[in-house]
């Protein structure tokens, strides 16, 4: 699963930051989920991972403006956010669309990795 063109991640630690994510362009990646893990590239490069089976929960956040992103909490005890970002002209079509575009993201995405998971636990 991939996302949609003109549409990007970028990843955050625990506690999702939004001023790391307001125009820092270079922090954008293409997210991919396969079987196994959620990719971070960068110039169709890996640039970072995270493994489906660290994973213990992934679930929807918001942070206070409304933005959603998506929560993971790792087994070890640590854990990620990882925030949906346009770098497009649709950036321009205003906040409504993009939060409701975002909301969107998240709720797909906590969708297919809690699916993965339960598929490679069985």
Known sequence: MRLEKGWYAVRHGEKYEWSKSLFRFDLLRDLVLTKKAIYFLKDNEIDSEILLDQISEVYPDAQALGNPYIRLKFKNGGGASIFFGVA???????????????????????????????????
């Open 88 to 122: 497009s002209p649709k950036m321009f079509l205003g906040a409504l669309y993009v939060i409701g575009k975002q909301k969107a993201l998240t709720e797909r995405w906590v969708n297919a990795i809690n699916n993965q998971i339960r598929v490679n636990s069985h």
